[in-house]
């Protein structure tokens, strides 16, 4: 009786396919299984409740991906984008139905870029799109961190306060947040590159063409994928009977030269949080300095050495802050030469 009470929790898709329709629809978690055919744990990946880390993961039929806020599942001839009403998702939802919607095979209104990129298969074109809004989105957070951190900064050198070293401490905790959802995707997209195979598998109409009559497993449905001990020992039988040609080569060499591209996007973004980073740690050690010297010295504690000798004090607090401005301008210099900041 309890499992008729079981109420399906729906969630917001919008599906995109090859002739260039789209439509938003609710669905709950068994009718996605259904008609997407891929294993209950990638849309746990995709569970917006759940924390999973970036991914972008090849299946039989799929290409599951997971960065930030863009949770999508790609097919040979279907993009399948979660929570299209939501903010950060709507310039995606924009683009795709941009680089996708075809007339008789070719893309109107185009430029040279865009139509060299209508070459590549549906597949990659909605990875692309995906990459480079993952890949605006950081650089706009970068950004925004930049903009609020360097006059925060400077605030703080004019003036030393409880109340300006808790901003900069605020921006220092949401640049490491940040650092490392970059990070994440950085990782990702590197092992990418560094295995072909995963790349290949990525390639999901070179696998729907080359598996139209598909092996199907005794004892399952097949629509089923196969476990991933099953899809490895298929993938080593394809490559003993030299499945493997010239041509995948090229495939896999176009693949790694657009995910080549999004990667050093991102690495550029990590730079400038390092960047960033080295201001904000050498500003506040400076200052910390400065400001524990400036305390110490003006403690009200009657110590016999500070008879008659008031008058060294402002020099102290000039020479600590001469000091302290000494210490992070070497620094800067020495993070320049060493090709750690630009400057």
């Not at 990459?131 to 950004?143: F, G, M």
């Not at 925004?144 to 220092?172: C, F, G, H, M, Q």
């Amino acid at each position: 009786m309890a499992l008729k009470n079981i109420t399906l929790v729906s969630s917001s898709w919008v599906l995109f396919n090859s002739e260039g329709d789209s439509k938003i629809l609710d669905l709950d978690k068994y009718s996605i299984l259904r008609r997407l055919r891929v294993h209950a744990r990638d849309l746990r990946i995709l569970d917006p409740l759940l924390s999973y880390p970036s991914a972008i993961l090849g299946r039989e039929r799929a290409i599951i991906v997971n960065l930030e806020h863009i949770k999508a599942i790609i097919t040979a001839e279907e993009v399948w984008l979660r929570d299209p009403l939501d903010e950060n998702v709507i310039p995606v939802v924009e683009e795709l139905h941009r680089r996708l919607v075809t007339r008789g095979g070719l893309m109107e209104g185009f430029g040279e870029e865009d139509e060299q990129a209508a070459d590549f298969p549906f597949e990659f074109r909605a990875l692309e799109v995906m990459l480079e809004a993952i890949c605006s989105y950081l650089d706009a957070r970068t950004t925004e961190l930049e903009t609020a951190a360097y006059p925060a900064l400077d605030e703080l050198t004019s003036k030393i306060s409880s109340r300006n070293l808790d901003r900069v401490r605020k921006l220092k905790s949401a640049m490491t947040r940040l650092t490392n959802r970059v990070q994440k995707v950085r990782d990702e997209l590197e092992q990418l590159l560094d295995d072909d195979e995963d790349m290949g598998d990525l390639y999901l109409s070179r696998k729907l063409s080359r598996n139209s009559s598909p092996i199907s497993i005794s004892g399952a449905p097949n629509w089923c994928p196969a476990s991933p001990a099953i899809r490895s020992k298929l993938s080593k039988t394809s490559r003993a009977s030299g499945v493997s040609t010239h041509d995948e080569g090229n495939d896999v060499e176009e693949l790694e030269m657009l995910l080549e591209a999004y990667f050093m996007q991102i690495d550029s973004t990590m730079n400038k949080l390092t960047t960033l980073e080295i201001f904000l740690i050498s500003g506040t050690l400076c200052l910390s300095v400065y400001s524990l010297v400036a305390a110490v010295f003006g403690m009200n504690i009657p110590y016999t050495w500070r008879n008659n000798h008031q008058y060294l004090f402002k020099w102290v607090v000039i020479l600590a802050g001469m000091l302290s401005a000494f210490v992070f301008i070497w620094i800067m210099t020495y993070a320049g030469h060493k090709g750690l900041i630009g400057i």
